[in-house]
Structure formats: structure tokens, C-alpha cells
């Protein structure tokens, strides 16, 4: 039973490129939440999605960010034009139901724009 | 404003000495509460979680911790370290119980001396 899986594992992006990063869920993991680890930050919340709807995306960058999880493949995060200031490491995680079972993470997407 | 705080930045530990590592939480009358270990470049690993019962959890690889909700707290702790056990521990709380929007303390490092 594989675990959260994220990729790729790094990206490198030059300003104003477009990143795009991908999360699948565990087996029978319906709900999925990226967070991002920003340098001397920690790790901030950004959004929580289930399938073809976001039900918190409160902790995403009102300009730039958007992100989708499709009734079919992974969820995708995706950050147009890139600044220096996105560099960072960008996790997922997933749960079957919300709340109780707890929350598995992926080893992250490490971003650096250039 | 709601947080978890992790007193401690940076902790050294000679290996088979016992080990605490500290988290406050500020939110919730019934919190979800989680430790995360991490290795660098890696993803996050859940060692244990707390939503309600008994207040000693057992984890895995030998950890335990305690909520003391008098004292708002989610000690981590395991009586003999192993070289191994070197990396980043986080301490979260998901305040509403069931959101998926973890609140993730700063971290603490953990150093072993061999």
C-alpha cells in the first residue's frame, strides 16, 4: 500500500515560470491538504480538497496559487509566475475520512526558483 | 490567535539517555493532537496522535507522550535514544478537531551524542 506520493521530489523554476506540483493521495484517501515549509516559517496550511471541491483554502496566497483534485489523477498544485519568495519545500498529505485517522504526508516537492 | 509552541530549538541527547521534548497548545477544549518526526530532506513521519482516552499515547518506535490538558501540554518523550532518533520533531494541533488544518509548532531538533 504505497503512501502519499509527490512530484517530483524537486523543481527548479525560473521567475515568472509556472510550477506545478502533484500529490496522490494513499488508497482510500479522499481528502488531501497541502501545507508549505517556508525557511525559519515552519510548516502553514494552505488548502484542504476533496474530490473536485475545495472545502478550506484559507491559508493560500490570495494571488498566483490555485489548486484543483480531479475526480480523476492527482491534486495539483499550481503556482503561476513564480517569485524567489516560493521557494520552498511543499507537502501533502491525505486522510480517509476528515479528522480522526490522523494525516499521512509525502516527502514534499522541494521548489527553487532561480 | 491560536498556536503550538515548542520551547525548545535545538536539544542534545547522549545516546541511551532518556529524552522530553515539550509542546504547548493554546486551542480546544477536546484537541486533535499529533507529533511528527522529520529527517532532513525528508517528509513527515507520525510517530503518534491524541483525540481522546487515555492520556499516555504509545507510538511507535519506542516514543510515548502525555496530554495534560491543566497543563495544555503534549510531552514527548522516550526513556533510551538511539543514534537514529536524530532529526526534527513537530507537535500540531488541529484546534476544531476535524478540519485537516493543523496548527504545526516550530520544531525542535534533536541531536544525539554518540
Known amino acids: 500500500n504505497a503512501g502519499v506520493m509527490q512530484n517530483p521530489r524537486h523543481l527548479v523554476r525560473r521567475r515568472g515560470q509556472e510550477a506545478r506540483l502533484r500529490c496522490s493521495p494513499m488508497k482510500g484517501h479522499s481528502h488531501v491538504y497541502w501545507y508549505r515549509q517556508l525557511p525559519e516559517e515552519g510548516l502553514k496550511f494552505m488548502v484542504y480538497?476533496?474530490?473536485?471541491?475545495?472545502?478550506?483554502e484559507s491559508g493560500m496566497p490570495k494571488e498566483r496559487f490555485s489548486a484543483e483534485f480531479p475526480k480523476e489523477g492527482p491534486s495539483i498544485l499550481r503556482i503561476q509566475q513564480v517569485v524567489r519568495g516560493d521557494s520552498a519545500a511543499y507537502f501533502c498529505?491525505?486522510?480517509?475520512?476528515?479528522?480522526?485517522?490522523?494525516?499521512?504526508f509525502g516527502s514534499g516537492t522541494r521548489l527553487t526558483v532561480v | 490567535a491560536q498556536s503550538v509552541t515548542q520551547p525548545d530549538i535545538h536539544i542534545t541527547v547522549s545516546e541511551g539517555a532518556s529524552l522530553e521534548l515539550r509542546c504547548n497548545y493554546s486551542?480546544?477544549?477536546?484537541?486533535?493532537l499529533f507529533w511528527y518526526v522529520q529527517s532532513p530532506g525528508q517528509g513527515l513521519q507520525l510517530l503518534l496522535k491524541?483525540?481522546?482516552?487515555?492520556?499516555l499515547v504509545q507510538g511507535i518506535k519506542g516514543f510515548e507522550a502525555e496530554f495534560k490538558r491543566s497543563q495544555s501540554s503534549f510531552n514527548l518523550r522516550k526513556p533510551s535514544v538511539h543514534w537514529s532518533d536524530a532529526a526534527e520533531y513537530f507537535c500540531a494541533e488541529d484546534p476544531s478537531g476535524n478540519t485537516g488544518k493543523l496548527i504545526f509548532g516550530q520544531g525542535t531538533t534533536l541531536q544525539v551524542k554518540p
Open positions: 491524541y483525540f481522546s482516552g487515555d492520556t
Open positions: 480538497l476533496q474530490k473536485e471541491n475545495i472545502i478550506d
Open positions: 486551542y480546544g477544549a477536546t484537541p486533535y
Open positions: 498529505a491525505s486522510s480517509p475520512v476528515q479528522g480522526r485517522y490522523g494525516y499521512t
